[in-house]
């Protein structure tokens, strides 16, 4: 019998979520080279189904304004 308390479950939903965030700033500096400080501070800000979307998004972008641009729709969203 496995017993998952609700402060273990709630630490794999977060370890999950920073293994999606390094992978897609991995991504990131792969596909546009370093990205300024204040775009860097909005992707750590994305929750864990924003960087799914994200990471598919992440192999259109061309120039860090697409990335802008990206994050801009997230926030009318």
């Known amino acids: ?29 792969r596909q546009l080279g370093d990205i300024s400080p204040q775009l860097l501070t909005q992707v750590e800000s994305l929750s864990s189904e924003q960087l799914d979307v994200l990471f598919d998004a992440v192999f259109d972008f061309q120039t860090e304004t697409d990335l802008e641009q990206w994050l801009e729709s997230q926030n009318n969203d």
């Not at 308390?5 to 999606?20: A, F, K, L």
Request: charged share 30%; no cysteine; proline share 0%.
């Open 1 to 29: 019998m496995k017993i998952v308390t609700s402060w273990m479950e709630e630490g794999i939903v977060q370890g999950r979520t920073e293994e999606r965030l390094a992978l897609v700033l991995r991504l990131l500096r």
